[in-house]
């Protein structure tokens, strides 16, 4: 026979497991931080609208992103780095084609062979990337989600695309816990002493029902 299982507090250790390593191959499906460097003119239009994909590049179309934020900093060239800015991102890669030598023949033919995302590892046989650093490029901007910024000199200009960011940020999935419910709906329940609609997945719920009643 089930039991239910009566809530009064926890708080959840997050796993300290390390992210994927700049030549590690992402993996289809996973969702990984990255970094994307543009003109601090644009941040606000980005921030406001979305990615515009670049028409051309060394991948094709699409928008250039790289787990290696030293890459970012590097974007756009012969830029000032007071004009700069670079935005920590989660990218929802999708079924990835990795790109590693020249003249691969879906170098920039990738996305119509079914692919959502092209990577090209660190140190590849790739002859225009001097620097050797990982680099990935996304057809789809709906893919990236702008979650931070990751470095910009000016100080009260990243305070407020900070501010900015934050606002246009969205709650995803379960709206207590905010993860995917792509699997089914997360069994929310009502804590049994304070009443407070609770889910599992949460990190931490204090019971204030019962932290008062131990301190009177």
Known sequence: MEKEVSFFGWKAVKDRSKSLAENQEPKSGRAYTMFHGTLLKNAN??????????????????????RNIDKAKCYPPYTDKNDKVVFKLKVCVGNVKKIDCDNHPLQK???SNGYDCAWVPPNSNISTIKSGREE???WDPKRIQLIDVACCVDHDKRKELRRLIRSEL???????????TSDGDHNIQSCWECKKQICPFQEKHVCKAKEFR???
């Open 45 to 66: 239009t980005i921030i406001n609208s979305g990615f515009v994909p670049s028409k051309d590049g060394l991948l094709g179309a699409g928008v250039y992103v790289s």
């Open 214 to 216: 131990e301190t009177v």
């Open 170 to 180: 969205r709650p995803e999935g379960c709206e207590l816990c905010h993860r995917s």
């Open 109 to 111: 033919s990738w996305h």
């Open 136 to 138: 990935d490029c996304v």
